[in-house]
């Protein structure tokens, strides 16, 4: 079991870089279309999601050690901001412009990179246990 963190939103990374900002019209469209073609592409979405457990330590913790929400979506969130640019929102709408197969493969990939955050997130100090297994 991992012991649930909190941060102030101000000191998430998620907020710094705007994976909650709004945004409509051509640009959600595209956004969403580049988030589905990255959910389509499993190592280079892990490699996305991978991204955000090392750029976003606080994030990370904050939401991850949150074992009643839906973490996966999280992670895919964050590694669609990250790589293409595609807000939380955004993100959400490029999710369902994949087919089922395609969905349970990124929640795949999602849970892979989930059960790698986890084992390098108990039994040690988190950051000490990422940066060794980084290293």
Same mark, same amino acid.
């Given at each position: 079991m991992?012991?649930r963190?909190y941060f102030?939103?101000?000191?998430l %990374? #998620? *907020? /710094?870089? !705007?994976? *909650? /900002?709004?945004? $409509? $019209? &051509? &640009?959600?469209?595209?956004? !969403? +279309?580049?988030?589905? =073609? ?8 892990e490699?996305?999601?991978? /991204?955000?457990? +090392?750029? *976003? ?9 949150? #074992?009643d929400?839906?973490?996966l979506?999280?992670? !895919?969130h964050? $590694?669609?901001?990250?790589?293409? !640019?595609?807000? %939380? %929102?955004?993100? /959400?709408? $490029?999710w369902?412009?994949?087919t089922?197969k395609?969905?349970? +493969? ?5 849970? =892979? ?5 986890? %084992? ?8 000490l246990k ?6």
């Amino acid at each position: 079991m991992i012991d649930r963190v909190y941060f102030h939103y101000q000191d998430l %990374e #998620e *907020w /710094r870089d !705007g994976m *909650w /900002r709004i945004v $409509g $019209g &051509k &640009k959600r469209q595209s956004n !969403g +279309e580049a988030a589905a =073609k990255l959910m389509q592409d499993s190592p280079a979405f892990e490699a996305a999601m991978m /991204r955000a457990l +090392e750029e *976003w330590p606080n994030s990370c913790r904050h939401n991850l050690s949150a #074992e009643d929400t839906n973490r996966l979506a999280w992670l !895919g969130h964050a $590694g669609c901001l990250l790589e293409v !640019g595609s807000p %939380e %929102e955004n993100t /959400r709408y $490029g999710w369902h412009m994949l087919t089922t197969k395609e969905q349970d +493969e990124a929640n795949a990939t999602a849970q =892979k990179v989930l059960d790698a955050w986890i %084992e390098a997130n108990t039994d040690s100090p988190p950051l000490l246990k990422m940066m060794v297994s980084h290293a």
